[in-house]
């Protein structure tokens, strides 16, 4: 039987975030959650040693992707490469995947985008958690496209992530 965490089905979103003019970026974050309706605030949980990490620590305006079901594909490229060693913002411009929404480069096809402002509640140099904690305030939001939501299940059926 899974771990009772792993038995839960959530949604998988992709951030795009930037440090200075043209250095954007875009990795996927399942560890997103609402916690707050007024103000609209989500708590987002940000692997440390990324490069979106660095963007977002540098600029806490990013914007937050709900995928759709047939983005899985892009898992891959966003979640399992390091923007460190690759220009993923380049990769998806060559594959005609990205549009523009206010300064940041988004996917075409997600379901839609939210601008965040993110303010730190985790240390930058705690060595006890592998991913760094941010309070995060909607500052805008945009429904792009109809469909369903990208899962964490969709991610196992298709074997992206272990079960």
């Known amino acids: 039987m899974q771990r009772p965490w792993n038995r839960v089905n959530l ?3 992709s951030i795009s975030s930037f440090n200075r003019i043209d250095s954007y970026n875009m990795h996927i974050i399942t560890y997103a959650q609402a ?12 692997y440390n ?10 600029n806490p ?29 380049e990769r998806l411009k060559k594959r005609n995947l990205l549009t523009d929404w206010k300064g940041f480069p988004i996917l075409k096809d997600c379901i839609a985008v939210m601008e965040m402002k993110a303010t730190p509640l985790t ?3 705690d060595e006890q958690v592998d991913h760094r904690l941010f309070l995060c305030e909607v500052i805008s939001y945009k429904n792009i496209n109809e469909g369903k939501a990208l899962t964490l299940d969709i991610l196992r059926e298709k ?3 272990r079960m």
């Open 61 to 89: 305006h990013f914007v937050l992707q709900i995928l759709a079901e047939g983005q899985y594909r892009l898992v891959d490229l966003l979640g399992k490469k390091s923007g460190k060693n690759i220009n993923k913002i």
């Open 159 to 161: 074997k992206l992530i």
């Open 11 to 13: 949604p998988v979103y």
């Open 49 to 58: 040693g990324t490069k979106t990490l660095e963007n977002v620590e540098a």
């Open 123 to 125: 240390a930058k140099k």
């Open 35 to 46: 916690v707050s309706m007024q103000p609209k605030q989500f708590v987002c949980a940000i």
